[in-house]
């Protein structure tokens, strides 16, 4: 806990820091806001675009960004009815019949507290549970480490997927695929290379995350029209007795939306859904969800925020992450050589709190900064996507070639964005092929290396922690198939 | 997009991660059986470079096997018609735009950024690509490329110190 006092201390005390997150804070919600652009896809091009500064900068940067871009969604949710991200979807349902009403700017008052009040809880959350989790994962092996990646793979592309759950797998298997492209790690043996040098050195996961969560959404909504704002009345601010009776449901929300961001893949739309759908069904204004509840709001917006330090539990344990914006902040973190898992705590003792210190600070920046964006900056939301595609293009190809200064990865990410543009169209999810990208040498290098230690794979599985997650593994396939749910729904 | 045309698409999409899978199951099939990588021999095949990529092929296929069969099901009777109108979508505005932009940006990359200044390229390439999707009048596309053009650079050129390509 010291360290946190200290990490807070020196952001506060260090004004170039300090401005930085302001900026980043308000262009995050400012990217939040704007239909089109995702916080996952703004995380993805920083990821390049920071990639020379400090680490400290970099990380004050990316989760001012995440902070405020997950909150931004919501502004647009409730002046457009459009929702700026995936994860303000549930806060649209009675935002816009509250700005409809005329009550826009109190409903923007309310989220942005309510936005607050979840970061601030997720971290309380990632604080409280990371340390011992981590104390747990010291006593998993190559094996157990294999078998849990693959687990949070499959299990992202079972969460993700928003058609049939194969194809969130297929986009998992094809994402770690796209990973054994180059150099193996074990015994040097070039794989799929077709004798080009360039591919000797595999597809990095960078350019391959900027390329298939910005290309799609680029190309996607280049045609996108906005409908007109509207219009903003009242106050922005609310009062402390409007707030303060949500806090039973802000609690409970919070709680909700951490634990969906601990499951790999969910993330922030899924804990926005969840903790509105727990509002409604305790709710005693039942009737008022979906034509303009305040309960609706602050519960959505509780459970997106609040999943953000959910998300950030298995990434920091386990390096399994929790959300699509946390899959790219794992390859953030690689990419300063700070290796997430059980040993981040022994590694970077004080990076945790680090983390910590500026999601405190940026929840507190976003309580101005959100009265700055709704009052001064909210015509940066009627920029038409067909001005701002382009530039998302352009900033894309920049931050693919800044990580190794290869043109090389500029094709990659172009090749890889532009195919996976199809596939997102017939709606195979993005976030399980990025896990595959980033875990997929993780599983096959720690898989291989204990089959190596044991001498196969039924060695292997005498350690308890590997039999349970192998056996996790296999009925995670098996209820896929409708003979073996059928089989478990009778026994039950 | 209707459920039996995302199917129909479906089919398509299946077939292609079919074959790539194949590609990719004899090649690693080559990995396993035909390597001298150390511990091969020794250990067993199971520590081959072409273990995972295996395992991974052999997914894929059955999963496009799978899919195939699901979009096969769901996508209705293939009558000659619903192909015709299938094919309407490759001849559609929204897919032409969609499709020049795409050529749009492999120009960029692969010819503009190698052969012109970084500067120089992007503004054609956000004046070209706003063109298409008429995003304002001439005048104003042209303004704003030039002056985005030059702000990416000097932000990221100049201040940032990052690298442009």
């Known amino acids: 806990m010291e360290n946190l006092w200290l990490s807070i201390i020196h952001l506060l005390t260090s004004p170039n820091i300090i401005l930085t997150m302001f900026i980043s804070t308000t262009i995050g919600i400012i990217i939040g806001a704007l239909p089109g652009l995702t916080a996952t896809m703004a995380i993805a091009i920083l990821v390049g675009l920071t990639y020379s500064l400090s680490t400290d900068m970099c990380f004050a940067i990316i989760m001012s960004v995440y902070v405020g871009a997950i909150y931004g969604g919501s ?12 994860s303000a979807a549930a806060t649209a349902l009675d935002g816009y019949p509250l700005a409809v009403r005329g009550e826009a700017n109190f409903a923007i008052g309310i989220t942005r507290t309510a936005s607050f009040f979840g970061t601030v809880f997720g971290l309380i959350m990632l604080l409280t549970i990371a340390p011992q989790l981590s104390k747990i994962a010291l006593l998993f ?32 298997f094809l994402g770690m695929l796209v990973s054994c492209v180059g150099i193996d790690l074990l015994h040097a043996y070039p794989r799929f290379t077709f004798n080009n040098p360039m591919m000797m050195s595999g597809i990095f996961f960078v350019p391959a995350m900027i390329g298939v969560f910005s290309i799609p959404q680029v190309l996607d909504n280049l045609r996108l029209v906005l409908p007109p704002r509207m219009k903003q009345t009242g106050s922005i601010i609310p009062k402390w007795s409007q707030i303060s009776k949500y806090i039973p449901l802000s609690l409970r929300s919070g709680v909700i939306g951490t634990a969906i961001g601990i499951i790999p893949g969910a993330g922030e739309d899924i804990g926005a859904w969840m903790a509105y759908f727990a509002a409604k069904s305790t709710s005693r204004e039942k009737e008022k969800f979906g034509k303009g509840s305040y309960e609706g709001i602050v519960a959505a917006e509780t459970g997106n925020n609040a999943a953000i330090g959910g998300a950030l539990i298995p990434l920091l344990t386990l390096s399994i992450p929790g959300s699509p914006p946390a899959a790219v902040l794992l390859g953030a973190l690689l990419l300063h050589g700070i290796r997430p898992g059980p040993m981040l705590m022994f590694e970077f003792p004080e990076f945790l709190q680090q983390l910590g210190g500026i999601m405190l600070v940026a929840s507190f920046i976003l309580l101005i900064s959100g009265i700055l964006v709704a009052k001064f900056f909210i015509k940066a939301l009627d920029i038409p996507p067909k001005i701002l595609m382009p530039i998302v293009a352009v900033l894309s190809v920049i931050g693919a070639y800044a990580i190794h200064i290869r ?56 350690r308890p922690i590997a039999l349970v997650l192998f056996v996790g593994v296999i009925l995670l396939i098996l209820l896929q198939f409708s003979w073996f749910q059928k089989l478990f729904t009778k026994k039950v | 997009m209707e459920k039996k045309d995302l199917r129909k698409k479906d089919i398509i999409a299946s077939l292609i991660i079919l074959v790539v899978g194949i590609f990719v199951l004899v090649d690693s099939f080559r990995m396993i059986f035909f390597t001298n990588a150390p511990g091969v021999k020794d250990i067993g095949w199971f520590v081959a470079p072409g273990v995972f990529p295996f395992i991974l092929s052999v997914g894929v296929i059955i999963m496009s096997l799978i899919m195939l069969s699901i979009a096969y099901r769901e996508s209705g009777r293939m009558k000659f018609e619903s192909w015709r109108k299938f094919s309407k979508y490759f001849r559609s505005k929204d897919t032409f735009v969609m499709m020049a932009e795409i050529g749009l ?13 970084f500067i120089l390229a992007t503004i054609l390439y956000l004046f070209l690509s706003m063109s298409i999707v008429k995003a304002a009048s ?15 650079a000097y932000l990221f050129g100049n201040l940032f110190k990052i690298p442009l390509p």
């Open chain 1, 75 to 86: 502004i647009t949710a409730i002046l457009l009815n459009i929702p700026g991200t995936g």
């Open chain 1, 141 to 172: 092996t190559s094996v157990e480490i294999a078998l849990l990646a693959l687990f949070g793979v499959l299990v992202s592309g079972f969460v993700a997927a928003e058609d049939l759950k194969i194809k969130g797998w297929i986009a998992a």
């Open chain 1, 407 to 462: 043109i090389f990865d500029v094709y990659v990410m172009l090749f890889l964005g532009v195919c996976y543009y199809f596939l997102f169209k017939l709606k195979y999810p993005v976030a399980p092929f990025v896990l595959g990208v980033i875990l997929g040498p993780m599983i096959d290098e720690n898989l291989r290396r204990a089959f190596w230690v044991h001498g196969g794979l039924l060695p292997v599985l005498t």
């Open chain 2, 105 to 117: 940006l492999f120009f960029y990359v692969f010819i503009l950024l190698t052969k012109l200044r």
């Open chain 2, 138 to 152: 001439w005048f104003k596309i042209a303004i704003i490329s030039v002056l985005v053009s030059l702000s990416i």
